[in-house]
């Protein structure tokens, strides 16, 4: 069986990463109009990048028959401070019992900050939705659709950038900062190390890695429930 699956699977298809000059571009192109929705799109982005989430975690499905609250982050559950903002996750597909996470994002020093476009984001969905459960909202009070945003994402990236580059992006900058393994792992929710095909880095990266003290074999890691 193995030989066969040797012989016949198919070649592992992955996005490419955004690189931190594609960010910037897309910040500079989207975080300096007054459009809401641009707004709502960018902060999307820098969280889903900083976050370690899949667009899935981020949007609603287009199929309006896997569109469900039970998957969707809520605005009562938002705490913001100076240095940091944070909002529940209540369930992703590693979550098994849908205990849900809670995300955590810090101020970054460079640019573009996620804090403060998400803190400009949330004050005006709130001055538009004051009522309104959901965290993200559209103009026209819709919840954004893996559409939606993709569609903005090909108005400046070519296809090989797609909804899964900004978490391949961060795994990749967290593993070249010099984060160990386990933490990647349990900030990005895996449950196995599937996580290391996101590492767009040469192999020496993964050597690196590897020789921090922490093994990629001693179990899956991942963030306590909230």
Known sequence: MKGFKRLRSKPVVCKRALSKDELQR??????????????????????????????G????????ELQTYRKLSMRATIKVDAN????????????????????????????????TTFCTYLKRRNTLFPLRPE?????????????????RLRTIFPR??????????GATSLAAAGVLPATIQALGRW?????L??????????SAMLCDGCSLHDGPVTLAPT
């Open 197 to 206: 095909v996101y590492i767009h880095k040469h192999p020496a990266l993964l």
């Open 160 to 169: 090989d950038i797609a909804g899964h580059s900004m978490r391949a992006r």
């Open 84 to 115: 940091m903002f944070e909002y529940l996750l209540p369930a992703h597909k590693a979550d098994l019992f849908f205990e849900g996470n809670c995300v955590i994002i810090k101020r970054s020093v460079n640019s573009p900050d996620p804090h």
């Open 191 to 195: 449950s196995s190390d599937a996580w």
């Open 135 to 151: 965290l993200w909202l559209r103009t026209c009070g819709t919840i954004p659709t893996r559409a939606w945003f993709m569609h």
């Open 57 to 64: 975690e981020l949007v609603w499905p287009d199929n309006t």
């Open 26 to 55: 897309a910040f500079a192109f989207f975080g300096s109009t007054p459009s809401y929705d641009d707004n709502l799109f960018i902060s999307i982005l820098l969280t889903g990048f900083h976050a370690l989430l899949r667009l």
